[in-house]
């Protein structure tokens, strides 16, 4: 495995909550290939933020090891996190947001702003690079907090249901910049979502969670040939894997709690 983003080697983690341990993961091994779209669901609160978390480098698995390939050296992993309240300053108009992360990396303002104005553009967001977040609708802040994260020079975003709040017209054309985001710059991408349909759609993998402790119970691999024009979902391929999905979903739930939110 020379090509790989990241490996979760059989991590688990454990919570103390007021005294008690709660077990959020239970031997998780997973990878990442470089430029891989991976989205992952399963039922609320089976462990999947807190996945996110320990590939984020935000929290230590209580067992087992994260091992990153590309990164190069022993370092921190250059990581990205977009998460569903979006996550922009509010004194700051859209360019300075977009161009915060390469801000943060020491590029200079002249460099910084060329680069973050490619993405704004590509987001759609071009006429609005001297607002601020007040004056933009919630779809518009969530494509300022994707177009940073991928303006920002890291190598691997994570996507904590990102659109989970958006109207379904809206989701919708953030689900197709987002893709066009990612075929321009081929980032490493693990994007969690509640929604199976969007993940056939986006990924090019969908990894299945177990009820907590989060437990993998399947990993289905899409075609990477296959169209994601957001159409195709009505195609009866698309069908029967969300059906797949779901039937995997209900057999490991837990007796009388809802499979998702």
């Known amino acids: 495995m020379t090509d790989f983003e990241f490996h979760c080697d059989r991590i688990s983690h454990t919570f103390v909550n007021r005294g008690a341990a709660v077990r959020a993961i239970d031997g998780i091994t997973l990878s990442a290939r470089v430029g891989e779209f991976v989205c992952i669901v399963g039922p609320s609160g089976c462990g999947k933020s807190t996945l996110l978390r320990i590939i984020a480098e935000l929290l230590v698995p209580t067992e087992g090891a994260m091992i990153f390939g590309s990164a190069g050296d022993h370092g921190r992993h250059r990581t990205g996190l977009v998460f569903q309240d979006h996550g922009v300053f509010p004194w700051m108009t859209v ?37 601020y977040p007040a004056e933009l609708s919630v779809g518009m802040r969530q494509r300022v907090g994707v177009a940073r994260a991928f303006a920002s020079d890291v190598q691997l975003l994570l996507m904590d249901e990102p659109f989970g709040s958006l109207d379904a017209q809206t989701k919708r054309a953030m689900q197709r910049d987002l893709l066009g985001l990612w075929k321009e710059a081929r980032r490493t991408v693990v994007y969690v979502t509640h929604d199976v349909e969007e993940a056939i759609t986006l990924g090019d993998r969908v990894v299945v969670l177990s009820p907590r402790p989060a437990r993998i119970i399947e990993e289905v691999n899409l075609a990477p040939e296959r169209s994601r024009d957001l159409r195709s979902r009505q195609h009866a391929d698309s069908r029967e894997l969300a059906s797949h999905i779901w039937d995997l979903l209900e057999q490991n739930a837990r007796p009388g709690l809802a499979v998702l939110k």
Do not use: H, K, M, T
């Open 95 to 131: 360019l300075d947001n977009v161009a915060l992360g390469l801000e943060l990396q020491g590029v200079d303002r002249p460099e910084r702003e060329e680069r973050a104005r490619q993405f704004i553009a590509q987001a759609g967001l071009d006429e609005f690079e001297s607002s």
